[in-house]
């Protein structure tokens, strides 16, 4: 059963830098898939932030692109996540999520971590 | 971007009713070449992520109880829960996969009445 675990600092200091990763049990990431990066600010529904494969192909929400990083490290397992110069707007729950398709794309998504919240607050 | 639009914001129904949701797309998420609707919807109950329940607008996830269906085409979609339950208190979302970026809606609360 695919499990997936996000960690990071739950308080970021506006203007900083935001460093998440996404571990993964029980599939190698390498393998296949699509994973990606989703947040939900409080209140509201999920935003995508972006989607990235093993084979290095990856595709951010324009609104994000700028200061999104999404990056695989197979030998970890592991799926992380760069945002910079965040802000107060950038305070929500952050989730990882594997695309649904093993053979490419499919843009939605079926299983989920349990989310990590993070505060931007100075 | 393909703004989502979901309706109404909530609503309460009696244990073993009907409940329907409606999620509208801001153009139509329908693909003409493989006549796919690319529309899902995922549940999420308090402090859990998102579930993902349909996709395709209308294929249940494995697992999904059958009382859970969706319809609809092009830029109105339906989610139906035929018989309510309990366990089924939750904000439902849809979200559209048609175009990138990929967009949800704002939710439905569901409760008992």
């Known amino acids: 059963q695919v499990q997936l675990q996000e960690s990071g600092p739950g308080l970021a200091k506006p203007s900083e830098t935001l460093s998440l990763s996404c571990t993964v049990s029980?599939?190698?990431?390498?393998?296949?898939?699509?994973w990606g990066w989703l947040r939900q600010p409080p209140g509201k529904g999920p935003e995508w932030i972006g989607s990235?494969?093993?084979?290095?192909?990856?595709y951010y929400n324009p609104s994000l692109k700028s200061r999104v990083t999404i990056s695989l490290d197979t030998s970890k397992n592991q799926i992380s996540l760069k945002l910079s110069s965040v802000t107060a707007a950038d305070t929500a729950i952050y989730y990882c999520a594997r695309d649904a398709c093993t053979g490419g794309r499919c843009d939605y998504m079926d299983v989920w971590g349990k989310g990590t919240t993070v505060t931007v607050s100075s | 971007d393909i703004v989502m639009t979901q309706s109404p914001d909530s609503l309460a129904v009696s244990l073993g009713e009907r409940a329907t949701i409606n999620c509208k797309s801001s153009q139509s998420v329908l693909y003409s070449s493989n006549n796919k609707n690319y529309l899902a919807w995922y549940q999420q109950k308090p402090g859990q992520p998102p579930k993902l329940l349909i996709y395709?607008?209308?294929t249940r996830e494995s697992g999904v109880p059958d009382r859970f269906s969706g319809s609809g085409s092009g830029t109105d979609f339906t989610l139906t829960i035929s018989s309510l339950q309990a366990e089924d208190v939750a904000v439902y979302y849809c979200q559209q996969y048609y175009d990138t970026p990929l967009t949800f809606g704002p939710g439905t609360k569901v409760d008992i009445k």
């Open positions: 395709w607008a209308s």
């Open positions: 029980g599939y190698s990431i390498s393998s296949g898939y699509y």
């Open positions: 990235m494969h093993h084979n290095g192909n990856s």
